[in-house]
């Protein structure tokens, strides 16, 4: 140790074992950076949402190169609670285009392919109701105040057809479906593709009383937070998984739980894509 010393002394040593304490501490730092938070929306239980959404972010971390943690509250106002606090790096949410949300930041990167989103105000198919008239008065299941197709459009619809109706709220989309083929409310203001998927996995039939006009699905965004050469990564992955063979048997697979049709996978998407969710709530009576 003597020789060692007097080649090297004891100033080569302390450094040479804080550079590898520096080292190790950044490798740290930078492995926990690269795990991130992806909320998503309440639309079904949360054994169903992690059951279809599991597959789909360890497939998309793996080919960005980062860890994407699934999360969401109990209900969707606690969802949306944690998403406007930045508990999320990455949202499944269309939650957050109200006047004061939109200044958050949060940048729209991609959406689900497919046909558009349509709020409906639904009852079962045997039911003596057959006009929106018809429900006043009565209960009526939404997911939450939050929920955009499933309650804000709906419910500015009643308003403005001065239509009052007594609101339940069943926490998520599909406690409201739920709660009406329990017959315990008379209808209830549903995401139209939440409502069919629903509806053929649980064998059930309904009618529609009201349609609201089309908006764009539920988009994909990112924390201004996050690095965008990590968005971008996130992005191609979510773009390009339905053109690669294991992507899509992902795809397939999780569908297959939620009785989701084709096509299967995302598209790029950005924030002017929805700027008709922006006009909404500038002439909405809520």
Do not use: C
């Not at 730092?29 to 909320?39: C, D, H, K, P």
């Amino acid at each position: 140790m003597k020789t060692w010393n007097r080649r090297f002394g004891r100033g080569w040593f302390m450094r040479a074992v804080l550079g590898a304490l520096l080292a190790t501490a950044a490798t740290m730092a930078n492995a926990e950076s690269q795990t991130l938070r992806f909320g998503v929306l309440n639309q079904r239980s949360p054994q169903l949402t992690a059951s279809y959404w599991n597959p789909i972010l360890e497939y998309i971390g793996r080919r960005a190169g980062v860890t994407l943690v699934l999360g969401m509250g109990k209900t969707a106002p606690e969802t949306t609670a944690m998403t406007l606090r930045g508990d999320f790096d990455f949202a499944f949410t269309n939650h957050l285009f109200t006047p004061d949300r939109d200044k958050l930041g949060w940048q729209v990167i991609a959406r689900p392919k497919g046909d558009p989103i349509i709020g409906e105000i639904v009852v079962m198919s045997d039911s003596p109701h057959r006009t929106l008239a018809s429900i006043k008065g009565q209960e009526v299941a939404f997911p939450s105040q939050e929920a955009f197709v499933g309650y804000q459009v709906p419910m500015d619809k009643l308003n403005k057809d001065a239509i009052q109706i007594k609101p339940i709220f069943a926490g998520n989309q599909e406690g409201a479906m739920g709660q009406l083929r329990a017959g315990v409310v008379a209808a209830a203001g549903v995401n139209s593709k939440v409502m069919a998927r629903f509806a053929e996995r649980e064998k059930i039939s309904y009618r529609v009383l009201w349609r609201s006009e089309n908006f764009l699905d539920i988009p994909i965004m990112a924390h201004p937070r996050v690095p965008k050469k990590t968005v971008e990564a996130v992005r191609a992955a979510l773009i390009n998984m339905a053109n690669d063979p294991e992507g899509m048997t992902v795809l397939k697979e999780v569908a297959e739980i939620i009785k989701q049709s084709p096509p299967y996978g995302f598209i790029a998407a950005e924030n002017r894509d929805y700027d008709n969710y922006r006009q909404f709530f500038r002439d909405s009576s809520l």
